[in-house]
T-cell receptor, first 116, second 110 residues
């Protein structure tokens, strides 16, 4: 079974530009989560999509946005890039059984975003 | 608010020695607790979760609601256990994202 895939592996941008990161979940998974792993800040939750809708977002400014497509893949867009956006961005997928049911998040390899 | 604390950033033990990685959490409801591991140059992967009460690669973790802890233990550490370990908590309802601790880098010395 193929795992979660992310593209590109590395992305280099300059301040003020926009970045688009992509994630393909495990087949059958409907939920996609985005996390930021910045140096010294650990893993922080960014966004959660399920069935094409944004279900929750973390404490990040609105220039971090995304969407989920009908095939459950997802994009993370970061506008007006700042130097501190440099980080590893992880995508995870799961199958959400419903309220209070157990599900496990499986992670992709990440996209390393560098803002110069 | 949900919070996960891993007090040790670095932990070194000798091969064959017992190892315990500490994790404490703060959550008002009934959380689900997980341990994830990241080996060098590999993706983050699930090690175990409290709801399964299983042992993976010799590791176990017991959820102690009284002490709000979920410590990871292994009686005899192996060199291949050297990795970064993250404790994570998942809430319920619209808060189903994972809240991670800051991680503990475990080094098993020969």
């Amino acid at each position: 079974e193929a795992g979660v895939t992310q593209s590109p592996t590395h992305l280099i941008k300059t301040r003020g530009q926009q970045a688009t990161l992509r994630c393909s979940p495990i087949s059958g998974h409907t939920s996609v989560y985005w996390y930021q792993q910045a140096l010294g800040l650990g893993l922080q939750f960014l966004l959660w999509y399920d069935e094409g809708e944004e279900r929750n977002r973390g404490n990040f400014p609105p220039r971090f946005s995304g969407r989920q497509f009908p095939n459950y893949s997802s994009e993370l867009n970061v506008n007006a890039l700042e130097l501190e956006d440099s980080a590893l961005y992880l995508c995870a997928s799961s199958f959400w059984w419903g309220a209070n049911r157990a599900d496990t998040q499986y992670f992709g390899p990440g996209t390393r975003l560098t803002v110069l | 608010a949900q919070r996960v604390t891993q007090p040790e950033k670095l932990l070194s033990v000798f091969k064959g020695a017992p190892v315990e990685l500490k994790c404490n959490y703060s959550y008002s409801g009934s959380p689900e607790l997980f341990w994830y591991v990241q080996y060098s140059r590999q993706r983050l992967q699930l090690l175990l979760r409290h709801i399964s009460r299983e042992s993976i690669k010799g590791f176990t973790a017991d959820l102690n609601k009284g002490e709000t802890s979920f410590h990871l233990k292994k009686p005899f550490a192996q060199e291949e256990d050297s990795a970064m370990y993250y404790c994570a908590l998942r809430g319920t309802g619209s808060a189903r994202q994972l809240t991670f601790g800051s991680g503990t880098q475990l080094t098993v010395l020969p």
